[in-house]
């Protein structure tokens, strides 16, 4: 089975969905769950003939090993996913659009991802740029849509411009041979560096481009923001990953300015970065959308796994690497059980919930796992990833972005607490006395996505093989893995240890407290009030202005959105003025602009 | 791994919570003395824990005790991490990374059971503590980042035992003095003893996040802080002031160690949270900063003291 | 029989005789569009002399493949326009066969005073075209501008004649390297001008929003796809193969381009009714095209031109169609208006996305061809100021396609009730038609060798040394 086979039967399915959809959209809904199944069965076939080429008029792909774990990751969060499909396909204004471009995205990144010659590149992320455009406007904000797509064209635009300068330095579109020419050409490799990774910089959410994520996350269709956080997210990683490998950055810039060993331009990158961990962190803690603090979440989580790919070395980069997969994980969870929680209760507004636990224990105990592995405490995914990435980061000393990492990684423990303790814990408002817990269909990805962080969690050494074979490839030094022990020059960690001495602590505490005497069961509202008599549970809540301290501290921050929106009004005043210059009725005025323009015209032959 | 190991752990656990328990009711005592009491008696902490954990008790659903056992879980397994005076139950797992995020599990567990309980103040309370925590933490984690870099690993066993043989100037601390600083104030963050205690804050919020626990919820809350203050202790006792060659050595400087914070805090008013929060960003940070410049640029007290 | 003067003769004879027979006006002008469009694709390449006089004293028609392209092009998109809107025919069947003459005549002709002709009576039948509206200032406004306009042209070929002492344009183009810039720059500014009145170049496209922005459903697309197109084809053909102009002139001229092309996209983005924005968007694409012929790029900005005109055509029909059915065609009060014309919305979406440069569509493969063109010509400049504009245009394009799909105000989940009350924008047949012109915006971005083919017939067009995107080039070292 050939990649073509591969890309042409999956098109064809997405077909096949969208004529089911057009008859009974939530037939093809659950066609979409078939379809991305499909894909990772595909995905397995296809990875014997990883190293081949293959094209199809103008698309060139070739199988590698890292587009195909970059597609696995993906097809996973899409996959898992597509399980709430069938449940939103009612509310969603066009059903069979939405199970089509739900598809073709998929489809789009991974065509993204095995690109061969830039112009596929180009176009494969292009459709995933639009059908997800037209997707989010689906859910609750027009606004948040034209942001992303603004965004996202800013950054695809301009990596267009290093394309194109590439091909016309190098005469050739392949990726991988194209960057080379670009040896000897400082100046120029310079332009195309920042120009080039630009486009991952906008996808991913790196400041000051992560305006577009807190709205489209956050308004998105429940079902899509899962995708956009854990999946979409991720191809400006991949974007990030070109750069270091085919461009070849440390190669390119080797005799420039470094910081510590790595050259000026990827320092800024990494700076920026780093600025996105801190922005991130301190903007997810003061939302009380859950989505939005997700969305701000993910802009932090970028931060780290850009850090980690740029540093492309041993130990960092396969943190980065991992770290995609475990945020990719994670994130796809909270959201999905947070989707979960606006279809019974109809908000996502923190300060609108809470006591969801009493209702939903499965929901809870899925998104208490998938923010372990967020906050980056073992024995989750996200420990074994933020261990690497901190690992590499203190190997090479680089101590800003370690400061940044640390903040990121303390201040998460902020706020992934605050959806679990004002959504799920705490009063259960009388109002949703009635709820009721996920049904099995939206269980089973809960399941599947527990399962597999925790995997990652406690054997890591499965993916990282996996990276390892990514730093074969890209022929940087790989992780040493000995059997289920990841081991770096400057420490070792055995995650499947870590698990069992804390479950042998959990069994422990557990032996004790089965031994002591059984508590009593009392209500919610039965708690200590200072003698007042409260029986307003929503009173007794707190979930608004959760850490009010912290905000108080930081002051309102500037509003990034607002750069945007000066460059638009600028440009709209710009437009109005040359409309009320140019385009006036009266034909006095253009009279008055031709003879302007042979004045300038003659003066301008004569000079 | 054997059963050895397991059985190692249980020890260092226990005995970790003996010495610790009968040190904070030493301490006990030396506060009352500095507020000029008599004091309780040095078992008196033995006492309340165990008390505890026979009364009756009430719960507010699943997590609420789910929590407790959680918290303290993770705080067990973590303590068994801890290498004392070069002991180490599972030998090559006291990884700094690891032992400082594995303490997280325990405090999560707690702040979920805390806040599980449905009473606003244990929430109030663990709004705080998590605020806290991302004050202290941050400037301490970067002076244990200066530290991995300057000695190439980080295993809080072989950093503890570079750092002897040299007397005190080997001292992390001694070497590296704005890092000692450093890790010294946030002892006082990570203990939530005063200045930075107001999480707890008694008479202010309710107790925080304990408002809702009794009988042996209270009782696990007791072993779970006396546990918590042993790896904290034990974590900057190792890192920046020598650990110890010997068990004596080690449960000497520990009890001074301790002793001395806790006097100091007794002295001490009480931080808002915001302020500690400014403080901590404002001075140990800025220090931490400086001190991981001179280490990674200068190369001062990595391996020249001398 | 394929003789090309039939292209301009047969039209004018309808015309007549439509005068004569009123009511069959309707149907002779979808016989001589028919004809013409049949004829379109049988002409050979070649030279036809008219009158008997060989060039360059006589007037002769030249048909090249830039030639053919356009009236197959033109001819083709005027018979689309008229079967879509064949129901506003009604009395200006006269002149729109009048129009289709001039417009064949202005693509067709050797001679630059017989261009000047040909442009009078395609400008004059527009000036009718453009009263439909009952807006009369506008159409005074365009009558005064245009006129101006035409005079400005014909000083220049005066005063080139003068200089060459030929009209011929070939023998005009032969002749002209014995000429000094500073000789050139009076009669090439002016022709430039007056042609720069049709184009809708910045400073003298004042005519253009008043008569654009009241046209309907037939109005609109005529002058946005058809007059316009033919406008840019003969530019093309003049500043390419007649009057390639040296440095200084050049520089200014593709200045003023490429100030059109900004502004115009500028303006375009501070607009709030869909035809201002495909207005301002025209202009703006006309400065690019204007600015690709400068700078000798013919076959990108042939690929532009086509894809902005058929896109133009699709846009504008169903623009028009907002304005008859709705009273308005403010795109905020048209919130959610293609939820009851799903067909006519993808159609739309489709032109939309192809002006954007959406990837797949043939509007890609024309910016495609334009920077790797601009590249190869070391230009770095421009490319970068196309790909800004680039952001801008799909800015305003999404915002718009927002706009017609989504209903719902910020924060409201999209839901068919907070649509527009339901009208059918356009007939079954009308929408499908623009459903096919639709699938040849897909076909000619996918399918990109045999849109090479078509348009260039295996030969530069005009002399286009030009590099244009090809499939073996992504294929790398294979």
Redesign the interface.
Known sequence: MTLITVLITLLTLAAVTYLLSLVNSKLGAYFTIVTSLATIVMLFLIKDSIGQSY?L????FKLTTVGWYFSMVMVTVYFTTAFLNPFWIK?M??PAAYNLFFLVSLIGTIGMFFA?????L??CW??VV?TS??II???????S??VY??VS??GS??T??AM??V??VSG???IS??FSALSGQPVLALIVFFTFILAGLSKIGIFPFHVWLPMAHG?A?HTFSPVLSGGLVKMGAFIAYLSVTAFAAYEVFANTFTI?GIPAPLYIIMVLGAISIVVGTVMAIRQDDAKKLLAYSSVANGGYILIGILLYDQIAFAGGMLHLISHALASATAFITIAIVAYRTGTTKMSELG?M??RM?VT?TVY?IAI?SM????PMGG?VS??LI??G???R?L?FL??AA??GS??S??YV?RP??AVF???LAPKYEKIKEANIMMQIPMYLLTIATLLVGVFPNVVLRVIADIQLEAGIQEIVLVGNTIVV??????AL??F???????????V??IL??K????????????AEFIHTPEL????SN?????E??TKKPYPVLNLYEKV?IK??E???M??SL??????A???F??I???A???L???? | ?TVMN?VY??IV?LAAFIFQTALTGVNRKVTARIQKRYGPRWYQQFLDIFKA???????????F?FG??????????????IPVAGFEA?P??D?V??IS??L??G??GM??SA???????A??G???A??N??AY??PL??VI??L??AF????VSEIAAMQQGMGVLGWNAVRMPLGGIVAFIALFGMLGKKPFDSFIAPAEI?SGPM??YG???L??MFILHELMTFIEVSLILSLFFGGGSSILVYAIKYAILYTLVNIISQVMPRF???QA??FFYRVPLVFA?IQ??VV?FLGWGVSVWF | MNNPVLLIVIPLLLAFLSVIIKKAGKWLLLVGLLFNTALAFFITTGETIIGGFAPPYGINLVVDQFTLVGVILINTLMLITIVVSFDLVGKYSIVLLTALAGINGMLLTGDLFNLFVFMEITVIAAYILSAQAKKY??T??YL??GS?GSV?YLLGIILLYNLTGSLNMADVAAKLPLLT??EL?VPV?LIF?GIGVEVKL?????????VYSNANRLIAPLFASVIAGTALFVFGKLFVSVLPVSD??T??MLI?SVMTFV?????????KRVKNILL?SSIGQAGLVTALFISGLVYAAVILLISNVISKLIMFTIAGAFTEKYETDDYESLNGVF?HNKFTGIAFTIAA?SMAG???LIG?YAK?NI??GF??A?N?VL??II??M???E??YI??LL??L????K???????SFAVEKKQLLSVKNTIICLIVALVIIAGG?L?DITEKVVTDGQPLLGDQSPS?T?S??????
């Open positions: 094209s008029s103008f698309f060139t509310k204004i066009y061969r010659d830039f112009i596929t180009f176009i292009e459709t639009w455009t037209f406007q689906m859910g609750k904000s027009r606004k849509s034209y797509y603004v064209a800013i635009m301009v267009l411009f194109m300068l091909y016309q050739t579109l392949e041979t194209a308004s269709p510590m006591g636990i009493h224990p809870y208490l372990i906050a980056g405490i073992p420990f933020k261990w901190l690992q980061l203190a190997d000393g101590l370690a400061a640390f903040f303390i201040g423990f902020m607490f679990l303790s814990l705490g009063q020059s400057n420490g070792v960690l055995d240890r870590v069992i001495v804390f479950g042998y602590g959990f069994l422990i505490a557990l004790i407290f002591r005497r508590s009593r069961r009392v209500t919610l509202m039965d708690t200590y009030t200072s007794l809540h707190y979930s959760f850490y009010a301290p912290f108080r501290l638009s440009i709209k710009i437009g109005h040359a409309e140019f385009s006036s009725s009266k034909p005025i253009t009279i602009w031709i302007i323009v042979f300038i015209f003659f301008g032959g004569v000079l | 791994m397991f752990g249980f656990l954990l026979r009364k009756g008790s009430i719960t507010h659903g699943w997590v005790d407790v056992i959680m918290a303290l879980g993770g705080i067990m397994a973590t303590v068994i991490f599972f090559n797992m990884n990374f690891v995020y594995l997280a599990v405090m999560l702040a979920m806040a599980g309980s449905g009473n606003p103040w929430s109030i663990v709004s705080r998590l605020t925590m991302v933490d941050v984690m970067i980042f200066t991995i870099f190439d690993t980080a295993s309710a408002v809702e009988g042996k919820h009782g696990f808002k949270i915001d929060v400014k900063i991981g410049l990674i | 200032h506008h005074i406004t005064v501008i101006v400005l810039t500073k720059l500014l001008i910045m400073p003298v496209s004042g005519w253009v929003k008043g200084t002139l520089l200014l003023m502004f115009g996209e500028f303006a375009a983005f501070n607009q301002y939820v996305l959406i990837p797949l890609f495609l920077l790797i590249f190869q070391q770095y490319p970068a790909l800004l680039a952001i801008v799909g800015a999404i915002k927002l706009a799909w989504a209903p719902g910020e924060g409201q989940v999209s839901e068919k996918v990109i995107f499939i080039q992504s294929k790398g070292g294979e």
